[in-house]
Every structure is written in C-alpha cells, then in structure tokens.
C-alpha cells in the first residue's frame, strides 16, 4: 500500500516537472523565434514596424472618438536621449526621463509619447481635459485604446510614472536591448 502510494507520487510529482519543463521550452522557443541578435548592436532608424503601425491605429481611433492625439516623440537617438536626460540635470529644465543614453525603449524605437490637442488648438498634457464631452478623461481614454493595440502604459509604472509614454518591449528588457537583441520585423517574425 505504501509502495504503491509513493509511486504515485513520485509519477504526479516527475509528470508535473516534465510538463512544466515542455511549457518552458515552447516558450521560450515563442520569444526566440521573435527576436534575433543584430550586427554591432545596431540601433533602429526607424520605430518597429509594430509600434508605428499601433501608433497610426492609435491616432485613428482615438479621432473616432473625437479625441486628437499629438505623437510628440518616438524613435529617440542615444544622443538625443543623453540631451534628454541633461535636462533637469546639467541642464536647466525639469526631469523629465530617468532614462540616460541607450536606456529607453525609445532609443529602439519601440516607444511613443503621446499628448492632447486641445480645441483651441494648443498641444496639452493634462490628464483631466474632457475635449469630447463625454465625461471621461480624454487622456484615459487614449490610454485604454492604446493597450488595446498592443501598448504598455509609461503611467502604470511604480517608481517614476510616464503619463505620455507608450511601448511595446516584446518581452525584452533594456540590458537584452543594449546586447543587440531585437523584436524582428513583422514579416521576420511571421515566416
Ligand atoms: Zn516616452
């Protein structure tokens, strides 16, 4: 009786490894088929195909919604990204990055900052304004449709939150990024 009850334990218990390993496996071979290491770490000129296609989703959608988005910045250049970071530090101004040069998604073109065009016409950032009349926040409402496409939210983030900021990371962190890997294109991604 007691033979038998520890062999099936031990079967639950090497059955249970063995499937968690497969998952394992399957998902990491998921990430591995989307992202490839690229040449001298190689930044982009250019934002992931993904992230541009959500952004112009992103812009027509929210129009629909009478809402005007203003994309401010996207694909940032380690040196424009040092400027950036200067800002509030060697330089005048407030803070308004903790990101230095090469540590944000937007130097790998997979972040966007978005702000609000008032009816006046002048670009806003506040996060109360109701231009569509229909008693949300517009800015929330831009936010929901972003994360509908695709995007996480800079203002979901704990320490230091980025209301304007949008990004896809495709499951890589800054230090992979900075190693050279890279979300593949689309059309890569999909052979
Ligand atoms: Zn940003």
Do not use: C
């Not at 998902?27 to 992931?48: A, C, M």
């Not at 800015?139 to 939150?161: P, T």
Request: aromatic share 10%; charged share 25%; proline share 3%.
């Amino acid at each position: 009786m007691r033979g038998l009850f520890n062999r099936v334990v031990w079967t639950l218990f090497f059955g249970g490894v063995t499937v968690s390993l497969i998952f394992t496996l399957i998902e990491f071979q998921e990430r591995n088929s989307h992202i490839y290491q690229v040449k001298d770490k190689k930044t982009p000129s250019d934002l992931h195909p993904a992230v541009e296609e959500g952004k112009q989703h992103l812009v027509n959608q929210a129009a629909e919604q009478g809402i005007d988005v203003v994309i401010t910045d996207g694909l940032r250049t380690k040196q424009e990204q040092e400027a950036l970071y200067a800002q509030g530090r060697s330089k005048e101004g407030r803070i308004v990055t903790y990101a230095s040069g090469g540590e944000s998604y937007h130097n790998y073109g997979l972040a966007i900052d978005f702000a609000l065009r008032s009816d006046n016409g002048n670009v806003i950032w506040d996060r109360s304004y109701d231009g569509n009349d229909d008693g949300q926040a517009d800015w929330m409402e831009v936010v929901e449709i972003a994360k509908g496409l695709g995007f996480e939210w800079g203002g979901d983030w704990k320490s230091f939150k980025d209301y304007p900021h949008l990004q896809m990371d495709f499951g890589l962190s800054i230090r992979e990024l900075q190693r050279g890997l890279r979300p593949k294109p689309k059309a890569l991604a999909e052979e």
